[in-house]
């Protein structure tokens, strides 16, 4: 799947505004990032690499399987195939947004 994929699917399951209030960064390795800042109504969304107040590294293929329930997060996190930088708290958070 391409970032660009994923960046529209997140931007519609999110829509206007997520509740998160915060930034978040996920970093895919070699395919990119995905910015979400939520401080703003409406929410923006794009790939850029902009500083955030928690970043979650994780395999694009990660990412999919925790995006359709297949991989749960706090398993992610406790195998290594999911690290997370900066405000911890912002992370547990989204879990519901996601599902």
């Given at each position: 799947m391409?970032l660009e994929?994923v960046?529209a699917g997140?931007?519609?399951?999110?829509?206007?505004?997520?509740?998160?209030?915060?930034?978040?960064?996920?970093?895919?390795?070699?395919?990119?990032?995905?910015f979400?800042?939520?401080?703003?109504?409406?929410?923006?969304?794009?790939?850029?690499?902009?500083d955030?107040?928690?970043?979650m590294?994780?395999?694009m293929?990660?990412?999919?399987?925790?995006?359709s329930?297949?991989?749960?997060?706090t398993?992610a996190?406790m195998s290594g195939?999911?690290k997370?930088?900066?405000?911890?708290?912002?992370?547990?958070?989204?879990?519901?947004?996601?599902?």
């Amino acid at each position: 799947m391409s970032l660009e994929t994923v960046t529209a699917g997140l931007k519609e399951k999110i829509g206007e505004d997520c509740g998160l209030g915060a930034t978040l960064k996920f970093d895919f390795g070699d395919h990119g990032f995905l910015f979400l800042d939520a401080t703003q109504t409406p929410n923006l969304i794009n790939n850029d690499d902009a500083d955030a107040q928690c970043t979650m590294s994780i395999s694009m293929e990660n990412f999919m399987a925790m995006a359709s329930g297949e991989l749960d997060g706090t398993a992610a996190f406790m195998s290594g195939k999911l690290k997370i930088q900066g405000d911890m708290g912002i992370a547990m958070k989204l879990g519901p947004i996601l599902s």
